[in-house]
Nanobody
Framework: EMQLVESGGHLVQAGESLRLSCTAS????????IGWFRRAPGKEREGLSY???????YYADSVKGRFTISRDNAKNTVYLQMNTLKPEDTARYYC?????????????????????WGQGTQVTVSS
């Protein structure tokens, strides 16, 4: 059974950093693109970042320059390094996997292309 498990969420103060992990089991991520999304209270789920199976990376404007996505295929894990966190980054963060090639425009940020989702990890940033 394919599973993704997010970890690393925590309560932090504004300006601090966190690194989220997305670890896969039941499959190897080598041929999969992995996306990070978040859902804040009262808002729709938002695509934040995506790393293709080739290692190409994409970012939403809201996190560009602050967040960095990376993958370690040997550990079957994708990371999201989040720096200079802001209170508006408070949300539940999810990772998701896809085998669809999402290199055109902002397709990578569309949930519909992702078939496997984790349960999420909570990030809370206090001011």
């Amino acid at each position: 059974e394919m599973q993704l498990v997010e970890s690393g969420g925590h309560l932090v103060q504004a300006g601090e950093s966190l690194r989220l992990s997305c670890t896969a089991s039941g499959f190897t991520i080598d041929d999969w693109g992995i996306g990070w999304f978040r859902r804040a209270p009262g808002k729709e789920r938002e695509g934040l970042s995506y790393i293709s199976s080739f290692g190409t990376t994409y970012y939403a404007d809201s996190v560009k320059g602050r967040f960095t996505i990376s993958r370690d295929n040997a550990k079957n894990t994708v990371y999201l390094q989040m720096n200079t966190l802001k209170p508006e980054d408070t949300a539940r963060y999810y990772c998701a996997a896809t085998q669809v090639i999402l290199t055109s425009g902002d397709l990578w940020s569309k949930e519909i292309f992702f078939g496997s989702w984790g349960q999420g990890t909570q990030v809370t940033v206090s001011s």
